[in-house]
């Protein structure tokens, strides 16, 4: 395997730089080099493996039960289906990723088996698993959490050489009057087919899978043939299929011997229903779970093999629904850049004509310049001036996260192979981004005459916390509400993440600021502030606070609109997003599109000589998360069909943390952009 490490090299660098108290700076590196452990790992890129002929492959293992209706994941074996033994499972419990089981994956071992290129027509499980000790009888309670599970479109999902299995796409016909069901190509396969197809009135469960693995042959040079010791060529896995399907091997032949070599799938066969029937006291089912190998050679490379998968989204076989967004964002800067130079221009032409015109020539021309007028209090510090510099640190940190996640992920560091690669980057880059929110804190405040530390730990613990507080909240509400969901791993990295958020996080933000104050900046206004305020005349609806926030933030919002539409349904439909390249160019439009709305409403502000621009600055971009998340929540009603209460608090809350660090992130760019335009447009002229 080849291994690419996170170098936290250049952080440590900057830390040393101000030489602190070398234990702390110690302490500090030190957690920083767990983070950067945990990156390593992160990296890791998997290496084709070979196998020959009868080898087993794999192993074969399961993943979470999910459903786009319920967002809730499951454990596999929440429902009564062969395992192995405890001893087995239990060997799996700490191996995961940390965004591996943040993002809900939760990989486990199984009792399938399949050896290279070794058909098999039909096998049983039982004799291989728990269930050969009774676990495959079903009491009434057990059929109705199976049933719960279908009616609620919950699928099982299998991975074979770190790919996940996808369905091959099935119609079943359903009772008269019923229809057809449709069964898309998807990860996972469906657990059964529920009561409102079948016509009974009882569910059928799927109880066999017809494993379809396609494999490469790996042919050898000539030479190396001839010196090779291995006596037949190579296999590589290149795609892994299932096909789910109901059969009731009691009924056809009295015991489970029916499931031999002489199975046939394709035949008809009678279903397993999710019912069990009988006197009261006898109320068991036993179901045969079994399954049916077939391996086909293609021609699809290795290194394509993640192909079928990754084309199961639009936004991964569409290109040219990515290039529509990228044209219609081009347009919408073009729109918004000429009115910026025109802004521009016409200040230039102004200043010229004033130095050339007299007193009187200039006084007639006084109300085209009502900016200039509150020269003496656009330099005025905000309302609320510590929250003010908090918000930007964090603004900052985020913007840099993101930045470094797409400068790995366009080097194709993360690999839709690595599952939770993304989210465990994310996170790592996030605390290592500290240093940046403790220095552009440190640095607003020093621009207000601020010189205490509480601002400086409040940007460090702000948005973590609140980040923190309502993942905490969301886990103990799921846990109480669903008894098949395993909360255990999650606490234990939601402890890990906490350790990495007071033990590295806000030291690094102290650290930031303290460099911050050691340094010299040049933060004067280039016009003196006066004593007292200048009173603000009556302006437009159009530039009242109310205004801003919303409407503004909607240009933004459609110069990105597309991508997000996308990015919503491989997050929230258990597809993968790797469009990385369009969504680099998405998100620098955004930020240039965020900067020319900033800098044009103002303007206008300004221009009605309104010298408080400084918390508008920050909304007029950040609007646009507001548009975002009501967005989300349409979607989520017209798209995802949520049915139960707890996964739409789930959806809620998941959408209202990202649309914050959103609101933040684009707020920090309208600060910046707006404090520069500010200081070039007053720097330009002189004042007495």
């Not at 290795?302 to 991964?316: C, D, G, I, V």
């Not at 400086?456 to 669903?482: D, K």
């Not at 069909?641 to 933040?664: E, H, P």
């Amino acid at each position: 395997a080849t291994v690419s490490v996170l170098n936290c090299s250049k952080g440590g660098g900057v830390l040393e730089h101000r030489r602190p108290k070398m234990k702390a700076l110690t302490a500090v590196l030190g957690l920083c080099a767990v983070s950067c452990a945990e990156a390593k790992y992160n990296m890791l890129t998997m290496a084709m493996k070979s196998y020959a002929a009868g080898d087993p492959v794999g192993p074969i293992k399961v993943n979470t039960l999910f459903s786009q209706k319920e967002l809730v994941s499951l454990d596999f074996y929440s429902l009564k289906f062969c395992r192995p033994e405890e001893d087995v499972l239990n060997d799996y419990v700490n191996t995961q990723k940390l965004g591996e089981v943040m993002w809900g994956d939760r990989i486990a071992p199984s009792v399938y088996e399949a050896n290279m290129m070794e058909d098999v027509k039909c096998r049983t499980v039982r004799s291989h698993s728990t269930c050969a000790n009774g676990d495959n009888i079903f009491t009434p309670a057990d059929m109705d959490r199976f049933n719960r599970r279908i009616r609620h479109e919950y699928r099982g999902a299998f991975v074979l050489d770190n790919l996940p299995a996808i369905s091959n796409g099935t119609t079943i016909s359903c009772a008269e009057g019923a229809g057809t069901l449709y069964d898309p190509p998807a990860r996972g396969f469906a657990l059964g087919v529920p009561e409102t197809c079948t016509g009974t009135g009882k569910a059928h469960i799927n109880n066999h899978l017809a494993f379809h693995i396609h494999v490469r042959k790996d042919e050898r040079d000539a030479d190396e043939g001839a010196s090779s010791t291995e006596p037949e060529t190579p296999y590589s896995i290149v795609g892994f299929y299932i096909v789910p399907m109901s059969v009731n091997h009691l009924a056809e032949g009295g015991t489970s011997e029916k499931c031999a070599d002489d199975f046939d799938e394709m035949a008809p066969h009678s279903a397993v229903t999710a019912a069990v029937d009988g006197p009261e006291d006898k109320k068991t089912k036993e179901v045969v779970w079994s399954y049916s190998v077939k391996f086909t050679v293609t021609n699809l490379p290795w290194s394509r093999r993640w192909e079928s998968y990754l084309n199961l989204a639009f936004s991964n076989r569409n290109e040219k629904i990515h290039w529509l967004g990228i044209v219609n964002s081009s347009l919408i800067i073009l729109c918004l850049a000429l009115i910026v130079a025109m802004i521009m221009v016409r200040t230039l032409r102004m200043d010229i004509l004033n130095a050339t015109m007299d007193k009187e020539e200039q006084q007639g021309m006084r109300d085209d310049a009502g900016w200039k007028m509150v020269y003496g209090d656009v330099f005025r510090p905000p309302s609320s001036p510590r929250m003010y510099a908090i918000l930007f640190g964090t603004g900052m940190q985020l913007l840099a996260m993101v930045v470094s996640v797409f400068a790995f992920a366009l080097q194709g560091l993360l690999s839709p192979a690595n599952r939770g690669g993304l989210l465990t980057t994310a996170i790592l880059l996030f605390v290592v981004m500290a240093f940046l929110n403790g220095y552009c804190t440190s640095v607003a405040l020093k621009m207000f005459n601020i010189v205490e530390w509480r601002p400086v730990f409040m940007a460090g613990i702000m948005f973590p916390g609140i980040c923190m507080c309502m993942w905490v909240f969301a886990q103990i509400v799921i846990n109480w509400n669903r008894p098949g969901y395993n909360g255990t791993p999650v606490l234990f990295n939601t402890v890990k993440i906490f350790a990495l958020w007071i033990g590295v996080a806000v030291p690094l933000v102290v650290l930031g600021a303290s460099a911050a104050r050691a340094k010299t900046f040049n933060l004067e206004p280039p016009s003196r502030v006066h004593a007292v305020a200048r009173q603000i005349p009556a302006k437009p609806f159009y530039l009242e606070g109310w205004f801003l926030i919303l409407v503004p933030g909607i240009v933004p919002f459609g110069a990105a609109f597309i991508e997000l539409r996308l990015i919503l349904s491989s997050m929230w439909q258990g597809m993968s997003y790797y469009m990385f390249g369009y969504l680099a160019l998405t998100f620098l439009t955004l930020l240039v599109v965020a900067v020319e709305v900033t800098v044009v409403a103002i303007y206008l502000v300004l221009v009605a000589e309104d010298h408080q621009w400084w918390w508008k600055a920050f909304a007029l971009p950040a609007g646009m998360a507001l548009h975002f998340f009501t967005y989300s929540l349409y979607y989520a009603v017209t798209q995802l069909g949520i049915a139960t209460i707890l996964s739409k608090f789930i959806f809620s809350s998941t959408m209202f943390v990202v649309s914050m660090g959103l609101y933040i992130a684009l707020g920090a760019i309208g600060q910046l952009s707006g404090y520069l335009f500010v200081r070039i447009i007053y720097g330009s002229i002189k004042c007495d």
